[in-house]
Each structure stands twice: as C-alpha cells, then as structure tokens.
C-alpha cells in the first residue's frame, strides 16, 4: 500500500508535465490531491478524470504564481479551509533563454516571483502545520541545470540553484521534526517547458526523460528521505562527474550548448 492513501497532496503547476504527472501518479496511488495553476479547464478536466479513475477527492484552486497573493490563495482554499495537506509538491516554474542583458527585465523578475519568491512563500505556509503535526513532506522541483552556472540560461539556472541549497538546508531542519524535504533535480524533459522557455529547436522530446519517470524517481528518494533526487542515470553521472572538473569547464560547455540563442553572440558574427 502506498504511504500516500487516504492522505492529501498539494501539487502546483498541475496543468501540464511535471506537475500532471504527480498528480496522476498520487491519485493512482490513492491520495486525494489539489491541483493548482493558472489553465482552469485543464484542471477542471484533470480533476474529473481522476475522480473518475481513481474514486478519490480532488480539487481544483485557480492561481497566478506571479501574483503576490498567489500563495495566499491556494492555503485559504486547502488548510486555512480546514484541508490539511500532508504533501506539497512545489513544481510551477519556468524558464526563459537568451542573453541576460538583452532578455526583458520584468519577464526573469516574474520567473524569480514564480521559481523562488511563491515557492518558499507556499514552503513556508504549509511547513508549519506540518512541524505542528510532526508529519508531512515537500518535494521542491529544481533541476540539474542547480549544479553549474548556464549561460544564456543564466537566471533560470540561479533559481534552481537556490532551490536546491534552500531544501538541502530544510531537509536538515526538519528532519528531527518527522517532515521530509526534498531537492527534485530533473534533467531535460519531455514536457512544455522547453516551448515555454524557447528551448524546443535545440532539444528532442524523444531523446529525454518523461515526466512519469522524474515523479516515479522523486517519490522512490521521498520513500528513502533522500534530501536530493537527481533523475535518471545519465544525470546523475553528468552530475556526479562535474565535481571533478574545473567549474569554468563545465560553464564553458554549457555555454557551448546555449550559446545558438544568444542573439547578442550571433549578431556579433
Ligand atoms: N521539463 C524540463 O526539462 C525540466 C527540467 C528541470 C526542471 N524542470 C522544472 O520542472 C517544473 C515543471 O515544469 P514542466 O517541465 O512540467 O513544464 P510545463 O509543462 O511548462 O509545466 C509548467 C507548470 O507550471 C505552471 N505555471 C507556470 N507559471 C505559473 C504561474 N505564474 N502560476 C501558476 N502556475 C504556473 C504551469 O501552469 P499554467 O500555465 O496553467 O499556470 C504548468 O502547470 C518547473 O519548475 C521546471 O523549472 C523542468
């Protein structure tokens, strides 16, 4: 029997990738879930056809992220509504890429409300009921572009950074309080976000991992209080290598690999 039957689960950007596909899997597994983001109807489809599947309660809560009442809103709708939530996955995020000079200014600031500024707003929220109840877990989605600087990637990389470094310290507050917290470090994957971010010439979709294979990996290491989950083996050996490698190394290849959405770059040819 799954740890997550019967229990409540929280899960932010549920309206595609990731975030769809925690919420599938924990509603397979017999969790009541919450799904929030912006696409109300995908939501509202998303939530029928899991009752429907799966005979348990889920409920839809329509926020902006990159709002500064967004946080706000979904704990009024679940805890503050007498909803205790026992997981919360914080996975809404996006990316952008090109030159950080040259990229709008209020685009990466609102990338750094939704990344970092609502994701510790709802860890904050929702970890006190939990200490209080000396149970519970987050699952925070960063990523392996947390290890290394990455160019034309430059403040999206820094949002997952701080992802990673703000869990790794969580993990170690709360672990004598019987809460759980998790780094989630996925690679490329098959999902909107590299069309969101403007990635989508460079990658193949058939090429990476999906995102049911990045929930199954996250709640596999959540199983095994695993303060960081990197996803997938090629990952985690591309993660594992770089400790050995000059930091300048790694950022110059990454480079290498963004550097066809500098237009900055591309003009000076
Ligand atoms: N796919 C990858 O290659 C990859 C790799 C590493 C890490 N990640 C991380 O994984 C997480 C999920 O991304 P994904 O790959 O599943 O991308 P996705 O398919 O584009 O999904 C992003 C989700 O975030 C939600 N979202 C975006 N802006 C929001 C806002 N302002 N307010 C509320 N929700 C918002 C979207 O919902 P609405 O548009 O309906 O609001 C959507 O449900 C992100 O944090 C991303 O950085 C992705």
Redesign the pocket.
């Known amino acids: 029997m799954s740890e997550w039957q019967g229990k409540t689960a929280l899960v ?9 596909a925690f919420a599938r899997r924990l509603a397979a597994e017999g969790a009541n879930v919450i799904v ?4 109300q109807d ?2 509202a489809a998303l939530a029928e056809e899991l009752r429907a599947r799966h005979g348990v309660k889920v409920s839809v809560v329509v ?4 709002e500064d009442s ?1 946080p706000e809103t979904i704990l009024r709708a679940t805890e503050g509504s007498g909803q205790p939530v026992d997981l919360l996955i914080n ?5 952008v890429v090109g030159d950080f000079a040259d990229l709008p200014l209020a685009k990466q600031q ?1 990338m750094i409300q ?2 970092v500024t ?1 994701l510790v707003t709802l860890s904050h929220l929702f970890l006190q009921p939990m200490l209080q109840r000396r149970s519970g877990a987050i699952v925070h ?5 947390a290890f290394q600087g990455v160019p034309y990637m430059a403040a ?1 990389a820094a949002t ?1 950074a701080f992802i990673l470094n703000f869990s790794e310290g969580l993990w170690a507050e709360c672990a004598a309080h019987g809460v759980r917290i998790q780094a989630l ?12 971010a403007g990635t989508a010439p460079l990658r193949d979709h058939s090429k ?1 991992q999906t ?1 049911e294979e990045v929930v199954a990996a996250s709640l596999q290491g959540l199983a095994q209080n695993q303060s960081v989950v990197v996803s997938g083996l090629a990952n985690q050996a591309m993660v594992f290598a770089e400790r050995f490698v000059p930091r300048q190394f790694v950022t110059r290849a990454a480079a290498r690999l963004y550097q066809p959405f500098s237009t900055r770059t591309n003009a000076a040819k």
């Open positions: 932010t950007g549920a309206s595609f990738g990731i975030g769809e929030t983001a912006r696409s995908r939501l926020a902006d992220l990159a967004g996975n809404a995020g996006f990316g609102l939704v990344n609502a989605v960063s990523s392996t572009a999206y997952k470090c996925p690679g490329a994957t098959a999902t909107n976000f590299q069309q969101v990476m995102p």
